[in-house]
C-alpha cells in the first residue's frame, strides 16, 4: 500500500514570498490533516479536512495561510506571504476518518516538508 | 497551550535494557492515546495505543501504562534495541467522534550498544 506522497521536501525560500506544498493521502483515507512542525516541539495541527470539507482550522493563520482539498484527494497548502518563523516542516497526514472507532484515530504521516525562510 | 507534555527531552539507555518514555497531559477530556515514533528525515509512524478504558497495552517489545487519576501515561521498551533510536511523540485526542490529536514535543531516545 503507497504511503502519503509529499512534495517537494525541502524548499528555501526569502521572507514574503509564496510556497506551496502538494500531499497525496493514502488511497481511500477520506480525513487529511495539515501540521506544522517548529524544530524541537511536537507537530501542531494547522487544519483538517474531511473528504473536501474543512473540519477544523482553528490554529491555521488565515491571514497568510491558506488549503484546499479540491476533489476530496490531493490537497496544497500554501503561504502568502512567508515570514522567518514560518521555518519548520511541514506535515501531511490521512486517516480512514470520522467511521467511528477508536482505531480511526491512527494517522498516517507523509515524509514532510522542510521550509527554510530566509 | 501545550496539553501534552514530554519533560525528558532525551533518554540514553543500553541496548538490551528498558526504555522508559514518560508523558503527562493536562485535559480531562482526552480519551485515547497513542505513541508514535520518527526517525531523521521521516513522518511520524504510529506505535503503539491504549484507550481510557485500559490501564495496559501490550505490542511485542512495546507496552503502554495509562493512570488516569494522576493524567500520566507511559511507554516501555523492552529489550531497547539500536533501532529503536528515533524520536518518540506521545499524542492524545478527545475521541470519538473528535480525531485531532495533540502532541507533546518528543523524546529523542539513543540505544547504545
Known sequence: EAGVAQSPRYKIIEKRQSVAFWCNPISGHATLYWYQQILGQGPKLLIQFQNNGVVDDSQLPKDRFSAERLKGVDSTLKIQPAKLEDSAVYLCASSLGLAGGYSYNEQFFGPGTRLTVL | ?113
Request: glycine letters at 8%.
Open chain 2, 1 to 113: 497551550d501545550q496539553q501534552v507534555k514530554q519533560n525528558s527531552p532525551s533518554l540514553s539507555v543500553q541496548e538490551g535494557r528498558i526504555s522508559i518514555l514518560n508523558c503527562d497531559y493536562t485535559n480531562s477530556m482526552f480519551d485515547y492515546f497513542l505513541w508514535y515514533k520518527k526517525y531523521p528525515a521521516e513522518g511520524p509512524t504510529f506505535l503503539i495505543s491504549i484507550s481510557s478504558i485500559k490501564d495496559k497495552n501490550e505490542d511485542g517489545r512495546f507496552t503502554v501504562f495509562l493512570n488516569k487519576s494522576a493524567k500520566h501515561l507511559s511507554l516501555h521498551i523492552v529489550p531497547s534495541q539500536p533501532g529503536d533510536s528515533a524520536v518518540y511523540f506521545c499524542a492524545a485526542s478527545a475521541g470519538p467522534g473528535d480525531y485531532k490529536l495533540s502532541f507533546g514535543a518528543g523524546t529523542t531516545v539513543t540505544v547504545r550498544a
